[in-house]
């Protein structure tokens, strides 16, 4: 068929070089021509086949024949329309002066480049990303957060360096490519590890998983070895149990309709020393924190559940506070394309901590109910979702710990990117309307 088709290709050429300089050709030589574009074409395909291979797995792909080089080329957008609401009598200080806000936001662009280098045990992770808000200022405007590499060192155990996200809470490590709503919870943006530049260990068998850092502490990606918002020293360690189903079950929080059972029950601590004043968490003098936290996810025939708790113990020369919070989060999943999800979140702070004002409230309670709908699972998603504040929020401004230095897109735990702006009254809600391209 190949050869058929080439030589009607052929044939083609040969009348258009007839027509133009009105020569005409012979049958051997329009024999030879073919025989020439045959074996240019059969050239051309074995050096495809002995040279490399190209395609889609998960990615698109190029690499080395022998698997030794490869790179996956993976994407991500997210764009919203959002909506908030406040009272307009009780707007925090210094926030936008306006009881109704709203608009479109590119919440993210991201580009990653994974694969491997050298053997497949080396491997690699680059990831590009934008959130659009930094148009002011160009330089700004795509930055690096996955900046790592790791080697497999066989029976299950790796070893990783570089700028990644040492294990802590669970809702962060998975990928907001896979949240449920709109956003991860206030909670965890308040306590979240963010990225971190380290080292580590990570031991994968059966059903269980364990990672065990060794880093500059919570959020100090890209920053310097004498930044002062680095730690002296932080350690991290999670361990994780699967006893149902597969650990790509438990990437996101959802199953459909027949899908089979998949739990997990996770745990983690931290601990950061503060050697210097740590004025970019906010802190006036050198601190010590200690977190840990608990978490537990199941999902099975259309239904999930996910829920976490977490304690963090901030101690200082002139202080010594305790903030903690938890998350429950449902849903159901009726059919391939339709889910409904609720979720409840709190943060309990102590007034101690000088950025909390106790003529607000300390204790703070948030709930999310939405709607999904998958047109090609999660890589083309509409999340509709609304977010309420049933207390005052204003607190979550100013409130301080090490573990939120860059937490949210103003620097707290309240931010743009979750809708929420600041109120000294409860009530204060938003509407996410999202679609998600991911390829």
Do not use: C
């Not at 497949?120 to 659009?132: M, V």
């Not at 350690?235 to 790509?248: D, I, L, N």
């Not at 391939?336 to 702070?349: H, P, Q």
């Not at 735990?413 to 702006?421: F, I, K, V, W």
Request: hydrophobic residues 40%; without cysteine; proline residues 1%.
């Amino acid at each position: 068929m190949t050869k058929i088709a080439l030589m009607l290709l052929a044939g083609a050429t040969v009348s258009t070089a007839a027509l133009a300089d009105n020569t005409a050709m012979t049958r051997d030589e329009v024999r030879g021509m073919v025989s020439e574009m045959l074996a240019d074409a059969q050239t051309r395909s074995s050096l495809l086949q002995g040279g490399g291979m190209v395609g889609y797995d998960k990615g698109f792909m190029v690499g080395s024949a022998d698997g030794n080089w490869k790179l996956v080329f993976n994407g991500l957008i997210q764009f919203r329309y959002m909506v908030n609401m406040r009272d307009d009598d009780e707007l925090a200080a210094g926030t936008v002066d306006d009881d109704l806000v709203n608009g479109f936001q590119m919440r993210k662009s991201r580009v990653v480049l994974s694969g491997n280098a050298v053997n497949p045990n080396l491997t690699y992770k680059i990831a590009f990303e934008t959130n659009g808000l930094n148009a002011a200022d160009e330089d700004q405007n795509w930055f690096t957060n996955d900046l790592m590499f790791a080697y497999n060192l066989q029976n299950g155990w790796k070893i990783r360096a570089g700028q990644y996200k040492v294990g802590f809470l669970r809702e962060e490590l998975n990928s907001e490519m896979y949240t449920m709503a709109a956003e991860r919870s206030i909670m965890n943006n308040f306590f979240n590890q963010g990225r971190s530049d380290a080292v580590g260990f990570t031991y994968e068998r059966d059903n269980w998983r364990w990672s065990f850092d060794f880093s500059d502490g919570f959020n100090t990606a890209g920053t310097d070895f004498n930044n002062p918002a680095e730690s002296e020293y932080a350690f991290t360690g999670r361990g994780e149990w699967k006893w149902a189903g597969s650990w790509e079950q438990l990437m996101d929080y959802t199953s459909k309709p027949g899908d089979a059972n998949a739990g997990s029950l996770g745990f983690a601590a931290h601990w950061q020393s503060d050697t210097q004043p740590n004025t970019a968490a906010g802190n006036s003098d050198a601190a010590d924190l200690w977190a840990v936290t608990v978490d537990a996810q199941w999902e099975g025939n259309g239904w999930g559940l996910f829920g976490a708790f977490v304690y963090t113990d901030i101690e200082t020369a002139a202080d010594d506070f305790n903030h903690m919070g938890g998350v429950l989060q449902a849903s159901y999943r009726w059919n391939e394309t339709s889910e409904i999800f609720v979720r409840w979140d709190g943060i309990i702070l102590d007034d101690e901590d000088g950025g909390v004002d106790p003529a607000i409230d300390e204790d703070v309670h948030f709930v999310t109910a939405g709607y999904n709908h998958y047109f090609a699972g999660h890589n083309a998603k509409f999340t509709l979702d609304v977010i309420y504040s049933l207390t005052e929020t204003a607190n979550l401004l100013t409130a301080t710990t090490s573990a939120n230095t860059n937490a949210g897109l103003n620097g707290s735990s309240l931010a743009t990117s979750n809708g929420l702006l600041g109120s000294t009254d409860s009530g204060e809600f938003a509407v996410r309307a999202q679609f998600q391209l991911a390829f």
